[in-house]
């Protein structure tokens, strides 16, 4: 045996610190590839001698540096992690919970995440890291009509994972069950013995409105009621819009206000406290995304919570099986919850 560099260490507490692969190869009298493959699991080398190195690196407590092991296998053990960079602050929760799930998720595989961003004004960061060989997979973690990042990504070799459904053949995505949770919060409402709706919606070109417009007309078409297409408002995140579909809305005479996510919910809310219109009293107040956003609000609004760190954590466990070339397959998942609140009440 190769003598451990500490003399003050007690029999049997060798480390790793002082073993390469050359050093281990020499003391089994292996060559250098053989323990590379040994250790890597990849390459055709005998059981006996696999079992070997096995038994020895287990001996010596020997961990293989970050460099040695991405070398062995021809993996840099890095996932990149695509934010947009036109992302505002109100996105933050979200975004800040799917990186969480990410990290955990990478984390169980041994994996460190990269950071990018790239969206459709800009894709030099992502190219970069895709050209320098800096990562084995990718997660999306937006998915927008005619987006630059899954254009560019289609013609990489690299795997990658989308969140949310891009409604195209080939790629592979994970993404909430939106459709079916908006349907069910509107049936849910309608049996609360409210009948006229007004829904307020964000970027038309993200394909999560798209799901959950659907579901929302799903929803009143399955109890009978009729829809209002003058009372539907998408692109309502630009600017001062907003305030002008309120009062509109208000003019309606609506029973509930149904926003698409927290952060349309939250200046929906506050516009009506400013307006002296009171929640639920005067109109009743919905939301299709429940986050930190709403949190400590007065009224508590109704509103349907998704756990977005398993999202990411998914995204990674899809990614993971592409990486190590195993049947992967999109998911939908269907958990979800209805948080029945004051502002419905």
């Known amino acids: 045996m190769i003598s451990n ?4 260490s007690n029999p049997g507490e060798e480390t790793s610190m002082n073993y390469t692969i050359d050093a281990i190869a020499k003391e089994l009298g292996l060559s250098k590839t053989t323990v590379s493959r040994a250790i890597s699991g990849k390459g055709r ?15 010596i407590n020997y961990m293989p540096s970050a460099v040695a092991r991405s070398l062995a296998a021809s993996k840099t053990f890095n996932i990149g992690l695509i934010f947009p960079q036109d992302s505002t602050l109100d996105e933050m929760p979200y975004f800040q919970d799917v990186m969480v799930g990410v990290c955990e998720a990478a984390m169980d ?10 969206d459709n004004n800009d894709i030099h960061s992502l190219d970069r890291a895709i ?9 999306v973690s937006r998915c927008i009509k005619d987006s630059r990042v899954i254009e560019y990504l289609k013609d990489k070799e690299l795997p990658y994972v989308v969140l949310g459904n891009p409604l195209e053949e080939g790629i592979l995505y994970v993404d909430n ?6 349907r069910r919060m509107m049936e849910a409402l309608i049996d609360q013995h409210m009948k006229k709706f007004a829904l307020i919606g964000g970027n038309e070109s993200f394909f999560v409105t798209q799901s959950r417009l659907e579901g929302y007309l799903e929803g009143l078409n399955k109890r009978g009621i009729d829809v209002n ?3 539907i408002f998408l692109n309502a995140h630009r600017g001062e819009r907003l305030k002008s579909i309120v009062s509109t809305i208000l003019e309606n005479e609506v029973d ?5 996510d927290d952060v349309l919910c939250n200046n929906t809310l506050l516009f009506l406290q400013t307006s002296g219109v009171s929640v639920p009293k005067d109109v009743k107040l919905v939301s299709y995304y429940d986050s930190k956003l709403l949190l400590n609000h007065t009224p508590s609004i109704t509103s349907l919570y998704f756990d977005s760190k398993y999202l990411g954590a998914q995204g990674v466990d899809v990614l993971m099986r592409k990486i190590d070339g195993k049947v992967a397959q999109s998911r939908i998942l ?9 502002s419905t009440r």
């Open 5 to 8: 560099a500490n003399e003050d």
């Open 45 to 59: 080398i005998s059981e006996s001698t696999r079992q070997r190195v096995a038994d020895f690196i287990k001996e």
């Open 109 to 118: 595989h041994d994996y460190d995440v990269l950071n990018i961003l790239a």
């Open 131 to 139: 050209t320098n060989k800096k990562i084995d997979g990718l997660i």
């Open 177 to 182: 069950d939106n459709k079916t949770a908006a």
């Open 229 to 231: 297409e003058n009372l």
């Open 256 to 260: 509930c206000i149904v926003c698409m």
């Open 334 to 342: 269907t958990d979800f919850n209805l948080q029945m609140r004051e």
